[in-house]
Every structure is written in structure tokens, then in C-alpha cells.
């Protein structure tokens, strides 16, 4: 007789198969839809910021953003077009009645500046920004990338946060969530703003939205110190010490006769993460320890005070995170009232008002790299070099600038996982359109969470009945553009 189960006697299991079958697919529903399904990270309350581990092995722990605002022309840096050289002053092929952003536009242009071979790759880069194209051989270079929006506002959303709508946390915040910190006394997330003041939707960038508030970005800057750290006038060090300890033990107490109330452990957290700030973030910020040969290196002793402030904001950025902090987001560009004044948004003289952002950016941004490379960063540290869209092809009528072209613009890869010295997708003949390898914001973010061991599709925040992501329902890793 046999004793066995009977899905395990032959004979039954084939005068069945329908219950066989059926078994067997059902496992393999289940095994992949594990694969997929939410992962969201542990927090714990009482310490929310600290490390988490990531879903698999990742290439990167830290993350820097140069988010250059205002919309950089790829046409004038980085996408070089032989074709828009012969066809300077010709009308763009289709494009007769092509309006965009602010009107018409005139006859194809050529770029401003000469293109020429740079490193062992000899990746044409242009001579605007001459130390970032010395690093040639670092960058991967992504010409393919296209955005949704070509409006300032929506477009800097897009590139921080995944959407072009306000109220969604940037990529910074769910890093820190999804993460924590590796430094307990920093922020897990820091936005330098640029000395001239914040890009146009300012603290979107650096917005926890509906993640919890303490996965926000701290901003802060080499000059502009976080506010209302500093001890009142009148109060010594050690009346400010006794009275934090004594309010923290008073807090403890009543969380313990609470029991798990997560909101007052989140408070109680938060007042012990500003009282430690009080004393680091002063220590991080200030620069006088830095040799002089490295401060002349970044261009922080220049005349012009916005050279020299977006310089010593560089060194702040690799000082944050030499010391651990996860996600640091540091602003070329700032919105000012006037085109172009304050940022990259070159529509009206670009040959005049190019080289006023490329003094400020260049040589810090260059030197940043190269000292993150030095230190032995670079290899546990992704840096995305970035912009909200491009520029046109072609000059606007009555004016000798570019207009707004979220169809094809060109993002910057470095450091760990990514593979140096390459170029991915392209735009079309005239640097217009995306046509090889198309690109898009989501799949830039996909990539970068990949390099921190995270999946994009798992990775979620359950919110007014949705399951939340920094890519929404979009984006795919750009592979190809990985070692």
C-alpha cells in the first residue's frame, strides 16, 4: 500500500494534472511576485536615521548631485553636432513653424564655443567649461536624456523629485529613508544652495513631502550657516548642556510610561540629532583647516564672491561626505529676476551670459572630482552632474540665445559602478530630439538607486491609497552606462 501523499504517487499526479499544474504555476506566481513586491524599510522610530541595509550588493553608498539650474545647453558643452556646424544659419529641417517655450525660433546656430578631443577617450568636449572637459575620461556621458516638462519649475521638479507636480519627496529624502546615515551627528541629507540663493522651486528639491519629516534635507551652505543653532547670547555651554540633558531625560521617562508612541520618539530623536548638529555641522562647515594650496585649488580665495562661495561650497560638499552623510545636493545657479542673470537659462545674449556660470562652476566642480578621486571617494561615492532640459538647436528670432528642449539634453555620470570614459544614447544630427537609446528622469533615478543596491519598483512609501515611488510607475537602469 502506498503510504505516500497522493500528489506524490505518479499515477495520481498524472490523472490529475490539472491540480499538479496548477500547483506549480502557483509557486512560480508567488516566487515572482516576491520579487516585485514592496519593500519597504525598516525605521525605527527612536533612531530613524540609522543604517539600513540595501536589497543587494551595492556599488555606491553616497551620492552627489551638481544640479546646474536654469537648463544648461548640452550643445554648447558636452553633445558635440559637426552637422549644426555646416548648417550654421539654415532654417532646421521641419521646423518652420516649430514655437516652443518663448516664440519662434530662427535658423540653426552653431555652437558658441570650439569643440576638441579631450583625454584618452577623446570625447569632444567644448571650451566653456575647460576643467570639467580635462575629466573627460571620468564621466559617462547620457545624451539621450529627455524631460517632461520645458518650464523651469515643473522641470526642476521632475529631476529632483520624479514628478513635475509639487509635493513629492526628493530623491534625496527617499535615499535617506530608504538608507539611513553612515554619520549620526550629520543630516543623512544635505542641499547646498548656490551663494547667489535657491533655484526657482527652492525646498521642492530638498522636500520630505509625505515620507516622515525626518528624511527631509538639512540646507546649508560654507557661508550660510544652519539657522538657529547658535547659543543665545548669555548662555554658557554648560547651562546649555545640563538643561538639553535634563529636558532629554524628562522626555525619555515619559516615553517610557507612553510605551511605543512613535511620534514622540520621532520628537525625541529629532531634539537629539539638532543637539548633536549644534556642535558638527559649525565643525564640518568651517574651512580654516584646509591647506591653502587646496583652497587656491578650488578658486576660494577669488575676488568675485560668487566664485569664491560656490568654490568653498564645493569643499563643503566632499567634507559632508568624507564624513559619511548619504546625499549631498549642491546648486550651480540660483532664480533671479532676468533671464539668465542667476543661472544657465541662456535666451537672450548666450555668449555674454555663458561665461559669467562657467567662471563660478567650472574650476570648483573640476577640483570637487578630482579631490574626491584623490581621497579615494569616488569609489564608494556616485556623482550626477545635472540639469532640468536642454536648449535648442536653434537661436530664438530677434535674439542671440537658445530656447527651452526638454526632447534631448545630455546628464554626467561619475564614480562608483559608473563606466568612465563612454558616451550613451544620442540625439539626432542637430542635438534636437533623443533618437538612440532614449533616455528619461526616471530611468536617471532607477540607475542611481540601483548603484546604492536598491530597486526602484520595490521601494515605495504607501500614501492616500498608493504605493509611492520616486519613479512613479516609469524607469528602467541604464545598464549600458554602468561598469
Given at each position: 500500500?502506498?503510504?505516500?501523499?497522493?500528489?506524490?504517487?505518479?499515477?495520481?499526479?498524472?490523472?490529475?494534472?490539472?491540480?499538479?499544474?496548477?500547483?506549480?504555476?502557483?509557486?512560480?506566481?508567488?516566487?515572482?511576485?516576491?520579487?516585485?513586491?514592496?519593500?519597504?524599510?525598516?525605521?525605527?522610530?527612536?533612531?530613524?536615521?540609522?543604517?539600513?541595509?540595501?536589497?543587494?550588493?551595492?556599488?555606491?553608498?553616497?551620492?552627489?548631485?551638481?544640479?546646474?539650474?536654469?537648463?544648461?545647453?548640452?550643445?554648447?558643452?558636452?553633445?558635440?553636432?559637426?552637422?549644426?556646424?555646416?548648417?550654421?544659419?539654415?532654417?532646421?529641417?521641419?521646423?518652420?513653424?516649430?514655437?516652443?517655450?518663448?516664440?519662434?525660433?530662427?535658423?540653426?546656430?552653431?555652437?558658441?564655443?570650439?569643440?576638441?578631443?579631450?583625454?584618452?577617450?577623446?570625447?569632444?568636449?567644448?571650451?566653456?567649461?575647460?576643467?570639467?572637459?580635462?575629466?573627460?575620461?571620468?564621466?559617462?556621458?547620457?545624451?539621450?536624456?529627455?524631460?517632461?516638462?520645458?518650464?523651469?519649475?515643473?522641470?526642476?521638479?521632475?529631476?529632483?523629485?520624479?514628478?513635475?507636480?509639487?509635493?513629492?519627496?526628493?530623491?534625496?529624502?527617499?535615499?535617506?529613508?530608504?538608507?539611513?546615515?553612515?554619520?549620526?551627528?550629520?543630516?543623512?541629507?544635505?542641499?547646498?544652495?548656490?551663494?547667489?540663493?535657491?533655484?526657482?522651486?527652492?525646498?521642492n528639491h530638498w522636500n520630505n513631502a509625505f515620507l516622515p519629516a525626518v528624511f527631509q534635507g538639512v540646507p546649508f551652505g560654507a557661508n550660510r550657516p544652519i539657522p538657529h543653532l547658535a547659543r543665545p547670547a548669555g548662555l554658557t555651554a554648560a547651562a546649555d548642556n545640563s538643561t538639553r540633558d535634563y529636558a532629554t531625560q524628562?522626555?525619555?521617562?515619559?516615553?517610557?510610561?507612553?510605551?511605543?508612541?512613535?511620534?514622540?520618539?520621532?520628537?525625541?530623536?529629532?531634539?537629539?540629532?539638532?543637539?548633536?548638529?549644534?556642535a558638527r555641522a559649525a565643525q564640518v562647515a568651517d574651512l580654516s583647516s584646509e591647506p591653502a594650496w587646496l583652497l587656491e585649488a578650488y578658486g576660494a580665495n577669488q575676488a568675485d564672491p560668487n566664485q569664491a562661495g560656490f568654490a568653498k561650497n564645493c569643499i563643503l560638499a566632499r567634507r559632508l561626505l568624507e564624513k559619511g552623510v548619504r546625499f549631498v545636493q549642491l546648486f550651480n545657479g540660483s532664480y533671479a529676476m532676468g533671464e539668465g542673470v542667476g543661472n544657465w537659462d541662456g535666451h537672450k545674449v548666450l555668449s555674454q551670459q555663458y561665461p559669467i556660470h562657467a567662471a563660478i562652476l567650472d574650476r570648483p566642480a573640476a577640483m570637487l572630482i578630482r579631490d574626491l578621486k584623490n581621497r579615494g571617494l569616488l569609489e564608494d561615492t556616485v556623482v550626477a552632474l545635472v540639469t532640468e532640459f536642454g536648449r535648442m538647436p536653434t537661436f530664438q528670432v530677434g535674439a542671440s540665445g537658445r530656447d527651452h528642449n526638454p526632447k534631448g539634453f545630455t546628464v554626467l555620470l561619475a564614480g562608483a559602478g559608473v563606466r568612465a570614459g563612454t558616451s550613451f544614447g544620442a540625439t539626432d544630427e542637430f542635438g534636437h530630439q533623443a533618437v538612440e537609446r532614449v533616455a528619461s528622469v526616471p530611468d536617471l533615478h532607477a540607475t542611481l538607486l540601483h548603484l546604492l543596491g536598491l530597486d526602484h519598483e520595490r521601494l515605495t512609501w504607501y500614501h492616500n491609497g498608493v504605493e509611492r515611488r520616486l519613479t512613479d510607475v516609469h524607469g528602467h537602469v541604464l545598464h549600458e552606462a554602468l561598469a
Open positions: 500500500m502506498n503510504r505516500l501523499h497522493p500528489l506524490l504517487n505518479r499515477r495520481n499526479f498524472l490523472s490529475d494534472p490539472a491540480w499538479g499544474l496548477s500547483g506549480i504555476a502557483l509557486a512560480s506566481l508567488l516566487a515572482a511576485e516576491a520579487k516585485t513586491a514592496p519593500s519597504r524599510p525598516l525605521v525605527d522610530p527612536r533612531d530613524p536615521l540609522a543604517p539600513r541595509p540595501a536589497l543587494f550588493r551595492p556599488r555606491a553608498s553616497k551620492v552627489l548631485v551638481i544640479f546646474c539650474s536654469g537648463a544648461l545647453s548640452h550643445l554648447d558643452t558636452f553633445d558635440y553636432k559637426p552637422e549644426l556646424q555646416k548648417r550654421h544659419g539654415q532654417p532646421l529641417p521641419g521646423g518652420d513653424k516649430l514655437v516652443t517655450f518663448q516664440g519662434a525660433q530662427g535658423a540653426l546656430h552653431q555652437p558658441v564655443w570650439k569643440f576638441r578631443p579631450r583625454g584618452q577617450s577623446g570625447k569632444m568636449v567644448s571650451d566653456l567649461l575647460p576643467n570639467i572637459a580635462a575629466l573627460a575620461d571620468e564621466f559617462c556621458f547620457i545624451h539621450s536624456m529627455t524631460a517632461k516638462s520645458n518650464t523651469h519649475g515643473p522641470g526642476e521638479n521632475q529631476m529632483s523629485t520624479g514628478f513635475t507636480l509639487d509635493g513629492f519627496p526628493g530623491m534625496g529624502a527617499w535615499v535617506s529613508y530608504a538608507l539611513g546615515t553612515e554619520n549620526r551627528d550629520l543630516p543623512a541629507f544635505v542641499a547646498i544652495p548656490d551663494p547667489r540663493g535657491n533655484p526657482q522651486v527652492g525646498p524628562l522626555m525619555r521617562r515619559h516615553l517610557e510610561r507612553r510605551g511605543e508612541d512613535n511620534d514622540l520618539a520621532a520628537r525625541l530623536a529629532s531634539y537629539e540629532m539638532a543637539a548633536r548638529l549644534q
